[in-house]
Each structure stands twice: as C-alpha cells, then as structure tokens.
C-alpha cells in the first residue's frame, strides 16, 4: 500500500475538515425522528443534525442540535458511528458523529415543535424504514441503526461504508 506524500502540505494550514453531529432519537416502540427542512433543496428527510462550530467537539454539537432543533437536552450520548467522508466535487472532506440520543421521557415526545416551528416536518418511521433519509446519508444512518442491536456491527465508516 502507498501512502500519499504530504510533504506540500504546510503544518500551520492544515486541510478543512468540517466536523457534523448526528443524533438518533426513538420512540418507545423503537421508530426513529426524522425531520426535514426547507433549508435543503430536495426537502429530503434526516437525523437530526449539526455543523460544528470552532473548536466544539461533537458530542456537545449532537446536544446543540437536540436542543436547538426539538428542545431535547440529552444527560448522555452514546457513539454509534463515525464516518470519514472524502472531498469530492460537490463536497468538502469531512468528518460525521452519530450518536445515540435514546428514547426521550414521553412528555419530552409529546411536546415536541409542531411542523414549521423549527423544521417543515417531523416524523417517527420504523427503523427498517430509513430509505427515506437522503441518500448521502443512508447508508450511515443504517449502520447506526444496526448498531443499535448489533454491538460488533462496524463503528468506524468511509464515505458511508465500513472500510475494505
């Protein structure tokens, strides 16, 4: 295996790298929340999701987005994957944090926002029924759902898969 040569690469300027945290929230009957916002062209639906700012480390992005998107606060986050995604033409490199938020207290689901207060829309699905979310995000959202019951199931993802 060859290694590429990072010897252009001034240590003071390091590549971008964006940083996003992902939070998967369930029922009690096991469906996930899904949301989808206006803000994206396709109206696609999602986990809950963050960019990180400067310097926040990902398990704080995954309770900002909690709070910020469906005023969930979460005591504790448990890691289910984390995915390198490679730069591409549309797309910069970065890396994904998916955590666990768990099964909210039921007065917690009962008040969460109604469609347009923070998202179009939300909504619990089965957990077998994650086509639905974008297709870039797929395949990690499945394996993090996988993870779930399966705790040899691959953690560390490239682009969305365990790597070869």
Same mark, same amino acid.
């Given at each position: 295996?060859?290694?590429?040569?990072?010897? !252009?690469? =001034?240590?003071?300027?390091?590549? #971008?790298?964006?940083?996003?945290?992902?939070?998967?929230?369930?029922?009690?009957?096991?469906?996930?929340?899904?949301?989808?916002?206006?803000?994206?062209?396709?109206?696609?639906?999602?986990?809950?999701?963050?960019?990180?700012?400067? !310097?926040?480390?990902?398990? =704080?992005?995954? #309770? #900002? +987005?909690?709070?910020? =998107? %469906?005023? &969930?606060?979460? /005591?504790?986050?448990?890691?289910?994957? %984390? /995915?390198?995604?490679?730069? *591409?033409? !549309?797309?910069?490199?970065?890396?994904?944090?998916? @955590? /666990? *938020?768990?099964?909210?207290?039921?007065?917690?689901?009962?008040?969460?926002?109604?469609?347009?207060?923070?998202?179009?829309? $939300? #909504?619990?699905?089965?957990?077998?029924?994650?086509? $639905?979310?974008?297709?870039?995000?797929?395949?990690? %959202?499945?394996? +993090?759902? =996988?993870? &779930?019951?399966?705790? @040899?199931?691959?953690?560390? &993802?490239?682009? *969305?898969?365990?790597?070869?």
């Amino acid at each position: 295996m060859r290694f590429p040569d990072h010897s !252009d690469i =001034d240590p003071r300027f390091p590549p #971008r790298r964006l940083v996003y945290a992902q939070v998967l929230v369930r029922n009690p009957v096991g469906d996930v929340l899904l949301a989808s916002s206006n803000l994206r062209d396709d109206n696609a639906w999602n986990l809950l999701t963050m960019r990180a700012l400067k !310097d926040e480390p990902p398990h =704080d992005v995954a #309770r #900002r +987005a909690g709070f910020h =998107d %469906v005023s &969930l606060k979460f /005591d504790t986050l448990t890691l289910l994957v %984390v /995915d390198a995604v490679t730069a *591409g033409d !549309d797309r910069t490199e970065a890396l994904w944090f998916l @955590f /666990d *938020g768990g099964i909210p207290a039921k007065e917690d689901l009962d008040n969460l926002p109604k469609p347009g207060e923070t998202h179009d829309n $939300l #909504r619990f699905e089965p957990s077998t029924n994650v086509a $639905l979310c974008c297709a870039e995000n797929r395949s990690r %959202v499945q394996h +993090a759902v =996988d993870r &779930l019951t399966d705790p @040899f199931a691959p953690v560390y &993802l490239t682009n *969305g898969h365990p790597p070869a």
